[in-house]
């Protein structure tokens, strides 16, 4: 993973955090993807973003740090939002049918305007 950013974005006035990846998401970067989201889960948010449109590979291990994500984030009522448009990393989460519970969306703007 090259690099990941957080920034706010929210509509009517609710403002959560976004946070952006670019690079693979596999065993070399699962550690800092994870860390980076369990960081802003601990912020008082009802809802965090985590935008993977920059992410144009992900194998087993990237997809069990999304679970672990999710988990964590249900643990802390906060609810985990994923964007994912690449591909590659939609058909890992739709032929594992991990999209079956996770809240994924398409784009960033429909993730942040759905409150």
């Known amino acids: ?6 920034d706010l974005h929210g509509v009517s006035g609710d403002v959560f955090p ?7 998401l596999d065993i070399e970067s699962s550690e800092v993807f994870r860390g980076a989201v369990l960081a802003l889960l601990g ?15 992900m194998d087993s291990t990237g997809l069990s740090v999304l679970i ?18 690449v591909p590659k990393v939609a058909r ?6 991990v999209n079956t519970f996770l ?3 398409p784009t960033n ?7």
Do not use: Q
């Open 68 to 85: 672990t994500c999710h988990k964590a984030a249900v643990a802390k009522g906060v609810e985990c939002r994923f964007v994912i448009s």
């Open 92 to 97: 890992v989460v739709e032929t594992t049918r």
């Open 43 to 57: 912020e008082s948010t009802p809802v965090v973003v985590v935008n993977l449109d920059g992410v144009p590979f």
């Open 1 to 6: 993973m090259d690099w990941a950013t957080a």
């Open 18 to 24: 976004v946070i952006s990846f670019v690079g693979d």
């Open 103 to 105: 809240s994924i969306y």
């Open 109 to 115: 703007e429909s993730a942040i305007s759905v409150i």
